[in-house]
């Protein structure tokens, strides 16, 4: 039975269309992934003598900041581990043990890079801790903590997989801890820490562990075992719709009808709401950068500057037009014009760039050049960034299933990897222009050619547009070809 | 009102449609029927421009559809459901279809009232989306949204498929209207030649890509086409 699931699961992989486009990409992805594990591999041999040269006592100081590794490996996980997606209607009828098909499903999970990137840390440390005359039986104890809390969170993030509001809880919750220990109100640490040490000192209490994530497993098992019927899709389902018309946009002709549809696709979509949300979480990607030590530098204002503009422009302008592909032949059979429809799109971001833009003003707390980054990174972003976004589109040929909400597996993930690496690209140009000018002149010059370029990609609006839509259009048969494969 | 030229479509070097000529005059009801894999579909999207043909042309009045795009204003399709907006409500995806081809919201209103008993009252202020409809509902909104706007060309991939039996008597009866008035070119395809042979004046057969039979409609037609589609198990049981 193992060996069917296996071969489903290769034939899936090694079939899909975007296998072959992408290959480039996975190399890419691959030799980042090997760098960073090497990175995070001599980060744990390293960490026990480098903490100790600053007087620190390893252990203990490690356990002290462990809540915060538990936390953010969450979110990761949350944010990158793809659920395990596997299409269980045709399999639903065969004679599979239903157990067989779940017990599949959630062991798949438990063999991914994010439950093997802490291996790479904690195995070398505890060989290091063995080595410097810490005791054998607590080290063990401790480790095997650490291997069940990382499969904890592998099983926590596939019961919260569904469930926003849970995970922003608990985002909002650490963000509030980790303020209040950042400006010395309280320290959770002082809380947490003694537990992580218990595990050391008290190895049973580290075996013991290891019944959280058996726990958490059999919670999933009963949930997804339960989800493994057609029910929901079978009941007719009412919804309460509200007079949604928006007529104050009918004023803007076809750009205004292509608005509305685009703002009840957000509303409507759970995938959609998912990105809107990320991007929201943007705005706030300056204080972090801002704040920290070693980004005092304009450049990384700018740097900020982009991101805070730009979150909409990059989660959900990434997947211009996949956000369509359910009902791509519909648009493509329709009567609209390419150019209407890439303009439409483009108005959607700009319109949201600017009110991104208006809500980051309370960064003036921060000091006007602050908030100067900000606008300039936003022109940056309206001029020149949107339009690649647009263009980068036209070759993102992932179709989007906006529906996978109703469904317990499915590519619930608006926000990957892929679309990030596509983002690179975008923030590095502006940032080698301010720093020569930067650097020739001064800060205002840097930050004025920045905008100038922003405002030439405007000029060249109408010339870029005409060169977006050859892509679209020589790109079309194969866009719409790999939207009709799903997952 | 549709001319195609030396048509040809193949997929990985195996060829699954031929057309050396075919000529479909204005306000032609026109039949297409064939079994599974003879082209149909693969025909009709080429109409549409969403797939690219390995030779020859398609031109709908004037417009060679792979190099122009101005055969969308007076073109309408429901090829299957990714031509539905699974999102909006019915009401809301005959508006947005509406706005597309300029018609107003009253326009759209006036249009809609005679369809009232084709809807049978499953479709219109159900509070549902679209997505959530049955796949029957589903496919009465999308040929429903195909007649908006009067275009002058229709294509409608497998109307009958998934309705029910009454449902199917009064497209029947819709489509026999519209190719009463000569206006509109309609084209249909389908597997059931009795649906078939009563509501359009022409029908042609597509075996294995290729055009076999090319009939005005009359009452031998039904005769002719069952001769067709079962010659081989008869010949099989001689």
């Known amino acids: 039975m193992l060996k069917h699931f296996l071969l489903l699961e290769w034939r899936s992989f090694s079939r899909a269309a975007s296998f072959k486009m992408n290959l480039a990409l996975k190399l890419i992805l691959g030799i980042t992934a090997a760098f960073y594990g090497f990175l995070i591999l001599m980060l744990g041999v390293g960490v026990f003598y480098l903490l100790q040269e600053d007087g620190y006592e390893p252990l203990s100081t490690i356990n002290k900041y462990l809540i915060y590794w538990v936390v953010i490996d969450l979110v990761f996980k949350y944010f990158l581990q793809k659920s395990p997606i596997m299409h269980i209607k045709p399999l639903m009828v065969l004679p599979i043990p239903k157990n067989k098909i779940v017990s599949f499903l959630l062991g798949k999970s438990a063999v991914s890079f994010f439950n093997f990137y802490p291996a790479l840390f904690f195995i070398p440390f505890s060989i290091v801790l063995c080595m410097n005359g810490y005791s054998v039986l607590g080290v063990i104890g401790w480790h095997l903590a650490m291997i069940a809390l990382t499969y904890a969170n592998n099983y926590l993030n596939l019961l919260i997989n569904n469930k926003n509001g849970v995970f922003i809880a608990i985002a909002s919750l650490i963000i509030i801890c980790g303020g209040l220990q950042y400006l010395g109100y309280w320290d959770i640490t002082l809380y947490t820490a003694p537990v992580f040490q218990a595990f050391y000192q008290m190895p049973i209490i580290g075996i013991a562990l290891l019944l959280l994530p058996t726990l958490l497993y059999y919670f999933n098992f009963q949930v997804y075992k339960n989800s493994l019927k057609l029910d929901d899709s079978m009941k007719a389902k009412e919804v309460d719709i509200k007079a949604e018309n928006f007529t104050w946009l009918e004023r803007f002709g076809i750009m205004g009808t292509f608005l509305k549809n685009d703002i009840k696709l957000i509303k409507r979509n759970k995938r959609s709401k998912t990105t809107v949300m990320m991007s929201f979480l943007f705005l706030f990607y300056g204080l972090m950068v801002l704040n920290g030590a070693g980004y005092e530098g304009p450049i990384w204002k700018l740097f900020a500057g982009i991101f805070v503009s730009g979150g909409f422009l990059f989660t959900f302008g990434g997947f211009v037009p996949s956000w369509d592909s359910a009902y791509y032949p519909l648009m493509m059979s329709q009567n609209i014009k390419y150019k209407e429809y890439i303009s439409s799109k483009w108005w959607l971001m700009v319109i949201v760039t600017c009110i991104s833009v208006l809500l980051a003003s309370f960064y003036l707390v921060l000091g006007w050049e602050v908030y100067l980054a900000i606008i300039v990174g936003g022109i940056y972003n309206i001029g020149v960034n949107s339009h690649l976004v647009l263009l980068g589109g036209a070759y993102v040929k992932t179709p989007i299933d906006l529906t996978t909400g109703k469904k317990a597996f499915g590519d619930q993930k608006a926000f990957n990897i892929k679309t990030l690496l596509i983002t690179l690209p975008k923030l590095v140009l502006p940032l080698i222009i301010f720093y020569i000018f930067y650097k020739l002149f001064d800060i205002k010059t840097g930050y004025i050619a920045v905008a100038l370029l922003g405002i030439l990609g405007l000029a060249f609006r109408n010339k870029v547009f005409t060169m977006i839509e050859k892509v679209y259009k020589q790109e079309k048969y194969a866009t719409l070809a790999a939207y009709k494969e799903k997952n | ?238």
């Open chain 2, 1 to 238: 009102m549709i001319t195609i030229e030396n048509l040809s479509k193949a997929y990985n070097n195996v060829e699954v449609l031929n057309i050396p000529h075919l000529d479909i005059p204005n306000g032609q009801c026109f039949g297409l029927v064939g079994n599974n894999g003879a082209g149909k579909t693969t025909l009709f999207s080429l109409l549409l421009d969403l797939i690219a043909p390995n030779s020859g042309s398609v031109q709908n009045k004037d417009v060679i559809v792979n190099e122009s795009e101005d055969w969308k204003p007076f073109t309408s399709a429901f090829i299957d459901e990714s031509f539905l907006i699974g999102y909006l409500t019915p009401e809301e995806y005959f508006y947005f279809i509406g706005e597309l081809r300029g018609q107003s919201k009253a326009d759209i209103d006036a249009f809609l009232m005679p369809y009232t008993d084709f809807f049978n009252d499953e479709i219109l202020n159900k509070k549902k989306y679209i997505r959530d409809l049955s796949k029957g509902n589903q496919k009465k909104v999308g040929v429903v949204a195909a007649l908006i706007g009067s275009p002058e060309v229709i294509i409608l991939d497998e109307p009958f498929a998934n309705l029910d039996p009454t449902t199917q008597f009064r497209l029947k009866a819709i489509i026999k209207e519209m190719a009463l008035n000569q206006k509109t070119t309609i084209l249909i395809s389908s597997h059931d030649l009795i649906h078939t042979t009563e509501v359009c004046s022409r029908i042609v057969v597509l075996n294995k890509g290729n055009i076999v039979k090319d009939i005005q409609t009359n009452t031998e037609t039904l005769k002719e086409l069952e001769a067709f589609f079962s010659g081989g198990i008869f010949e099989a049981w001689e």
